[in-house]
């Protein structure tokens, strides 16, 4: 398989649109996960996954019945299904927030699992609530595809880079919040308390997503003037992070941000992207663990078949 086929080319501004009516959308789906869903740590409770047809909330309950909420980027619905297999479908199309919002909340309600769930958009400023953002959004099929697509193959690499880390370290996991597929690392160590600070997402809750040292990387498909990156950060971050020497040579550090990044387009068209994104990921955290002084000794593990990367 080709890299122009393996990584599609997604240009944010080429789909900004859908884009924006897409984030809104997995936010319904991602509060109805956190409304049914016990609460973990880093509110690992949350987020979506990556699955053979887009995303899915994984299987949550409402009492006694269980229940998941698919979005399917190929047939482009989203999917309620119940264990006992009487799913609901509603049609991705153009549309509004408000009127794919009446329609998941009716579909949960005719299957028996009727949730109530705080409506405002998070980590979006000035943000509408769902039931009133009746502008209409358009819908662009292939665009979400590419996207979906993207997101398959960034999910095989960062699960491999998951892989070589014995500490704690989280899913590869689809935040809603900020739209972006994120894999995390732990040292084991606490860390001072986050500023929080973010639109429309309680301080609490910053803080305790960041209770303890981290170096997480991510994908982020883009936004006002900016296109798709991969980004890798540090909290807290140590002294001399931003003038660390990663890979590749693209990558740069961001002031703006406070994170490396790599745009996508630039990994895509490398003659082996998987190796590019890999390098990203693990000088990235080589960087934020020496520099921080993690025991990578005792957080490390060798891949079978893989010598240990000692850089």
């Not at 959308?25 to 956190?34: D, E, H, P, S, W």
């Not at 997503?209 to 900016?226: D, I, K, L, Q, R």
């Not at 660390?244 to 003659?271: H, K, N, Q």
């Not at 890999?278 to 957080?299: G, I, K, M, N, Q």
Request: charged fraction near 20%; include cysteine; hydrophobic fraction near 40%.
């Amino acid at each position: 398989m080709s890299s122009d086929t393996a990584w599609p080319n997604i240009s944010y501004s080429a789909w900004a649109d859908t884009a924006k009516a897409l984030h809104l959308y997995t936010q319904i789906a991602g509060k109805v996960r956190l409304e049914l869903s016990p609460w973990t740590n880093h509110s690992w409770h949350v987020p979506l996954y990556v699955n053979a047809r887009g995303l899915t909330t994984s299987l949550m309950s409402k009492g006694s019945r269980a229940f998941e909420i698919r979005f399917d980027f190929v047939d482009h619905a989203v999917v309620i299904e119940p264990v006992d297999g009487q799913a609901r479908y509603i049609e991705l199309g153009p549309d509004s927030v408000a009127g794919v919002y009446q329609s998941i909340m009716n579909a949960l309600d005719g299957l028996g699992v009727a949730v109530e769930i705080f409506t405002t958009p998070s980590e979006i400023a000035d943000a509408t609530p769902f039931e009133r953002d009746t502008q209409e959004r358009p819908y662009d099929a292939a665009a979400v595809e590419s996207f979906w697509r993207a997101l398959v193959q960034i999910d095989r690499v960062f699960k491999r880079f998951r892989a070589g880390f014995t500490g704690k370290c989280s899913p590869v996991h689809f935040f809603w919040g900020s739209f972006d597929l994120a894999v995390t690392r732990f040292s084991g160590r606490a860390a001072p308390p986050h500023p929080g600070g973010v639109p429309n997402f309680p301080d609490w809750v910053a803080r305790e997503a960041y209770s303890h040292e981290v170096s997480s990387a991510g994908f982020w498909p883009g936004g006002e003037g900016a296109d798709a990156v991969f980004y890798s950060y540090a909290y807290p971050q140590p002294d001399g992070f931003e003038k660390a020497s990663v890979l590749p040579d693209i990558a740069t550090w961001s002031d703006e941000l406070g994170e490396f990044v790599l745009p996508y387009a630039a990994m895509r068209g490398a003659v082996d992207p998987d190796a590019v994104l890999a390098d990203f990921l693990r000088s990235t955290y080589v960087a934020a663990a020496d520099l921080a002084e993690w025991d990578r000794e005792a957080l490390e593990c060798d891949l079978p078949g893989d010598a240990r990367d000692k850089s």
